[in-house]
């Protein structure tokens, strides 16, 4: 039995924070680029050119010798993880970037969720009461009644649904198949589950659009590599509450480069379900299991 890694948790902070920054380099690129191009469309040639980093991973698919099981949970979960990226291009382009970020963190809520649902998992109270906070802390950022929710808002709901969704598939994989695997034929499946939806809308992408989508695809897969960085050296424990200086620097980025106001109540909305999902991770973490994801763990 090999002997685990020593723990490093600064190390684990820092890469967690270039996590947080290269992802908020994502949203900002995507909020620049603008409406014009469908999401589907967007999202379609972003994974597009997201397969350039599957070239490593040949190997280990060629060797993998999958059930017709699996792969039906491939597609399926290609399929979910498809719809919620679509979702997300939608709502980044029609509403704030901080209201983005904050409901993204629902991801993890509806993990836990489903896992009491399908996987069999058992939910004490204060999982329980951790879930419900959750839950209001999306209230407190939609406050239904008191103003008009736009359709991004609703989008970006079905997402944090869908990507739950794929998570849990994708935990059902990680269990039967190598991670490289899982990460191969979820770019390759989502990219396949795209086009359908891309084509029928397709519209000549000009050479900025295009640049600025390649660039979405690195930054966002080096976003995925060092997040495994920091998972590998420090626990979700440690990791998971660095994820909040995502919300602070999406606000100041809407605010200061997009000109978009600072809403109290979404930032309080955020911090509700982020305390939330900590919870959560460090129960796991004390009964020796993870199920609940981190939260950049369901972003593009």
């Known amino acids: 039995m090999e002997p685990k890694s020593p723990q490093r948790p600064v190390v684990g902070i820092f890469w967690m924070v270039i996590t947080g920054l290269l992802f908020i380099c994502v949203t900002a690129l995507v909020k620049y680029m603008g409406p014009r191009l469908p999401a589907a469309e967007a999202a379609f040639i972003r994974y597009g050119f997201g397969l350039v980093f599957l070239l490593p991973a040949i190997g280990a698919l060629r060797a993998a010798h999958l059930t017709p099981r699996q792969w039906a949970l491939f597609s399926v979960r290609g399929g979910l993880h498809g719809i919620g990226v679509i979702l997300w291009f939608f709502a980044m382009t029609r509403i704030s970037i901080a209201e983005v970020t904050a409901m993204n963190y629902l991801a993890p809520i509806y993990v836990t969720i489903g896992a009491a649902l399908f996987l069999g998992e058992k939910l004490a109270l204060r999982r329980m009461i951790a879930v419900v906070l959750g839950l209001v802390g999306a209230v407190i950022i939609l406050r239904p009644g008191f103003r008009e929710l736009a359709m991004g808002h609703y989008a970006m709901l ?11 598939l994708a935990k059902v994989l990680a269990d039967e198949v190598k991670p ?9 499946f989502v990219t396949l589950m ?3 939806f891309a084509l029928p809308v397709w519209i000549m992408p000009t050479w900025q659009e295009l640049g600025i989508l390649a660039a979405v695809a690195c930054f966002a897969t080096g976003g995925h590599y060092t997040m495994t960085l920091a998972f590998a050296a420090a626990p979700l424990t440690v990791t998971q509450p660095v994820t909040f200086l995502q919300l602070v620097w999406a606000t100041a980025l809407g605010a200061l480069v997009f000109a978009e106001p600072i809403d109290i109540w979404v930032i309080i909305g955020g911090l509700v379900i982020l305390g939330s999902v900590t919870f959560i991770t460090w129960r796991e973490a004390m009964l020796n299991r993870q199920i609940t994801p981190a939260s950049p763990a369901t972003k593009l």
Do not use: E, Q, T
């Open 194 to 196: 795209l086009a359908p």
């Open 158 to 168: 079905i997402a944090a649904v869908v990507f739950g969704g794929a998570y849990l």
């Open 180 to 188: 490289s695997v899982v990460v191969a034929m979820m770019s390759l």
